[in-house]
């Protein structure tokens, strides 16, 4: 079964840093898009970050860009999410997600194949 694993949420104050790993199982990341996709109780899913299978493209939603980066170790098999300068708002199970598609179809149009359980980001003070 093809599935993501996501790793590296917890609770933090603001202004701290995460970072997020996501590893798949059952197969590679190369020739992917990775997603790390944050879902809010009582909000809309929300595509935060995206990078391209070249690494050429990425995509940052306006409310972490500046502060999150995207990245991408395909000898490593895992893709990064780190998490900076985190405020309150930052809160959220976070998920790791792959398509064959372009960043902005992923993460605007959420379109998806293949997805993690999820990790959750606690931001508080």
């Known amino acids: 079964q093809l599935q993501l694993v996501e790793s590296g949420g917890g609770v933090v104050q603001p202004g701290e840093s995460l970072r997020l790993s996501c590893v798949p199982s059952?197969?590679?990341?190369?020739?992917?898009?990775v997603a790390w996709f944050r879902q809010v109780p009582g909000k809309e899913r929300e595509g935060v970050s995206c990078?391209?299978?070249?690494?050429?493209?990425?995509y940052y939603s306006d409310s972490v860009k500046g502060r999150f980066t995207i990245s991408r170790d395909d000898a490593k098999n895992t893709a990064y999410l780190q998490m900076d300068r985190l405020k309150p708002e930052d809160s959220g199970i976070y998920y790791c997600?792959?398509?064959?598609?372009?960043?902005?179809?992923?993460?605007?149009?959420?379109?998806?194949?293949?997805w993690g359980q999820g990790t959750q980001v606690t931001v508080s003070s």
């Open positions: 059952g197969f590679t990341l190369e020739y992917y898009t």
């Open positions: 997600a792959v398509s064959w598609l372009s960043v902005r179809a992923t993460c605007v149009d959420q379109r998806t194949d293949h």
């Open positions: 990078i391209s299978d070249d690494t050429r493209s990425t």
